[in-house]
């Protein structure tokens, strides 16, 4: 059943929308979206997430001072003082009424509420990935769906690639969202069906830890979808953290005695890992300490590498 969540819009003045925007996602969203709906634009506020090589807070403000939108750093907002809130990879709390708080989320819901639905969806091997407008509600993006748009991908895709394909559903749900905004129509809204809910986990430093126990393909899904934004998957060579940037999986053989993360050959100076199943030679990798000496090209193969 589709229910209106809005407030009627019957005079003549634009409801104002203030953005909560970080990291490529949202200045992607900026970039698409502001030629057509400026007009709404009373406020950004710009968040950043030291965790990211680069949270693009300087080219979203750089943005927003070229097309004359008033902006603001996360640090030094106090509160929304305009009709509409609008987050789009925002992480912390925003204290407004929720039907007016419109959230961009990363996922098809009802499944994958919660934190970085993206990475775990491409962990998990989701062949569909996409994007949810929902209205604000208490607990794990309860709300009810405003728009929805999917796309289907396959493997190997790197996160930095499924972002790049996910900004056309942001900006095919923004379309909806703004549209209605800016033409003054009521927002439409579907409650989620609760029984279909599931649930994406936060995740910090541990989860970056590779797991040789687990398939091959499992294992380069992981070192694929947590690269380039994020940090890359990790894992412990000779008492140093070794960040695994990129992997190919390699045809299996017969190990016997297998021991999940002992190298087995050098390939062109790349070592041939062994896995639970199957085996992955690694291609890109650095030590996390940036010391001087580079990982490549090893010239010795009898290495191990663990979680800790």
Known sequence: M??????????????????????????????????????????????????????CAAEIIALCKAEGIPVVQRANFDTVTTDYAMAVAWRWLIPHPADRLIVFHDSVLPRYRGFAPLATALIKGETEIGVTALFGAGGYDRGAII????????????????????????????????????????????????????????????????DWSKPAAEIRRLIDAVGAPYKGAATWCEGRLLRILAAEEVADVVVEDRHPGKVLFLDEGR??????SGLLRLTRADYDDKGADPFFPLHRFRLRFSNG
């Open 2 to 55: 589709t229910q209106d969540h809005s407030t009627p819009m019957t005079d003549a003045a634009l409801k104002p929308v203030t953005l909560f925007l970080m990291t490529e996602k949202g200045l992607a969203f900026l970039q698409g979206t502001v030629g057509r709906f400026k007009a709404l634009f009373a406020l950004v506020v710009v968040g950043r997430d030291s965790a990211l090589q680069n949270d």
């Open 271 to 276: 070592p041939v890992v062994i896995c639970g």
């Open 147 to 210: 728009a929805q748009s999917a796309d289907q991908i396959t493997y190997p895709i790197t996160i930095a690639e499924a972002i790049t394909r996910n900004m056309a559903n942001y900006l095919t749900c923004a379309e909806t969202v703004l549209g209605h905004l800016l033409a003054q129509r009521p927002l439409p809204a579907t409650p989620q069906d609760e029984g279909r809910a599931t649930y994406s986990i936060w995740r910090d430093e541990a989860d970056y830890q590779i």
